[in-house]
Nanobody, 121 residues
Framework: QVQLVESGGGLVQPGGSLRLSCAAS????????MAWYRQAPGKQRELVAA???????NYADSVKGRFTISRGNAKNTVYLQMNSLKAEDTAVYYC???????????????WGQGTQVTVSS
């Protein structure tokens, strides 16, 4: 099976920074895309940032210039550096990956359990 485990959430003051990490493990053949989504109370889950195996990135307009997504050297980890945080960034942040598992050789979506980010003074 495949697991995505996030870490790095917490409470931060407006204007502060946080770095989220996500590591994928298990019977992985290849990883296509890794991404961060977030869901605030009463709102739909939205894409925050994504990075492909070729290191192409895209960002939600609301985080451009403030957040940076990157992959680790092992390519099974993804980070989200969040700077200049605002109250409206408060949400549960989920790591997601489109990857191929060894058992099926099919491309599927996998999700982490989520990590809470709270921006408040």
């Amino acid at each position: 099976q495949v697991q995505l485990v996030e870490s790095g959430g917490g409470l931060v003051q407006p204007g502060g920074s946080l770095r989220l990490s996500c590591a994928a493990s298990g019977s992985i053949f290849s990883i296509n895309t890794m991404a961060w989504y977030r869901q605030a109370p009463g709102k739909q889950r939205e894409l925050v940032a994504a990075i492909t195996s070729g290191d192409n990135t895209n960002y939600a307009d609301s985080v451009k210039g403030r957040f940076t997504i990157s992959r680790g050297n092992a390519k099974n980890t993804v980070y989200l550096q969040m700077n200049s945080l605002k109250a409206e960034d408060t949400a549960v942040y989920y790591c997601s990956s489109k990857l191929v598992v060894l058992t099926t050789l099919k491309l599927s979506d996998y999700w982490g359990q989520g990590t809470q980010v709270t921006v408040s003074s």
